[in-house]
């Protein structure tokens, strides 16, 4: 196999020949705080092909990037984030509990990471609170981006509106637990992709996501090993907070 340094990573049991997508998990994550512009750099630096993110909304209706709905972990605000208005949050310190070398690291909006990423590497969105599509939309149009990002939640209900409201939005599924009916709700979306945490991830899994002509992601592998057993079995995409760890084999 080659890694992101040397061209396509080769996957799969049989002879059949499977380019893997590296996507890095809120940035490169594992060196950087997550979710912002600078983890995005060096997850682009690192040679990952997409890079992962979460947005939400703020008071004043503002998507920014941010993973969870309090502000206490990742930044030196307190709270939930749906309580602060866009102007509040660009006052906070998002890196400083990272390392001191990140302090005054700013929450990105989603317009911000747009930029950072779009030219370099592919947008992957994680929708953390239902979005109106067309606040979405709007910005993935400015960018145009639209047919290039790919759209995920663990929530079906978030992505439907989306897809009636854009035929070409890629969207995917999230799931960390395995039903039958995964595959064919994921197709029912007219989405392309099922992203499944590798604690539910197997070989029959894929194939049956396969069978339905989907590709299959998985999240979060975060060493060497997990990573080339997850390639093993024929993923198309893995996210990790480590890109760098697919390399030449």
Not at 227 to 247: E, F, H, K, N, Q
């Amino acid at each position: 196999m080659r890694g992101v340094g040397g061209g396509d990573i080769v996957c799969g049991m049989s002879s059949v020949r499977k380019a893997l997508n590296v996507i890095a998990h809120r940035g490169a994550s594992g060196y950087c705080p997550e979710n912002t512009v600078a983890s995005f750099e060096e997850g682009i630096r690192l040679g990952a092909k997409g890079i992962e993110f979460d947005i939400r909304l703020t008071a004043d209706g503002v998507p920014v990037v941010l993973h969870d709905a309090m502000l206490d972990r990742t930044t030196n605000g307190k709270g939930p984030v749906a309580e602060h208005t866009w102007m509040d949050l660009l006052q906070l310190d998002a890196g400083s509990w990272k390392h001191a070398r990140f302090a005054g690291t700013r929450i990105p909006s989603l317009a911000e990471a747009l930029l950072a990423i779009g030219p370099y590497a592919r947008p992957i969105i994680e929708l953390k609170t239902a979005i109106d599509p067309e606040v979405l939309l709007s910005q993935l149009r400015r960018f145009d981006l639209e047919e290039d990002v790919l759209v995920m939640s663990f929530h079906p209900e978030w992505l439907a509106p989306l897809r009636q409201r854009s035929k070409v939005v890629p969207l995917g599924l999230l799931s960390d637990r395995w039903g039958e009916e995964l595959p064919s709700q994921t197709r029912a979306l007219d989405a392309d992709t099922l992203l499944l945490h590798t604690k539910v991830l197997g070989t029959s899994q894929i194939a049956a996501a396969e069978s339905e002509g989907l590709e299959v992601w998985c999240w979060t592998p975060n060493d060497a090993g997990l990573i080339a057993a997850c390639a093993a079995m024929g993923v198309s995409g893995i996210i990790t907070d480590y890109p760098d760890l697919i390399r030449s084999r």
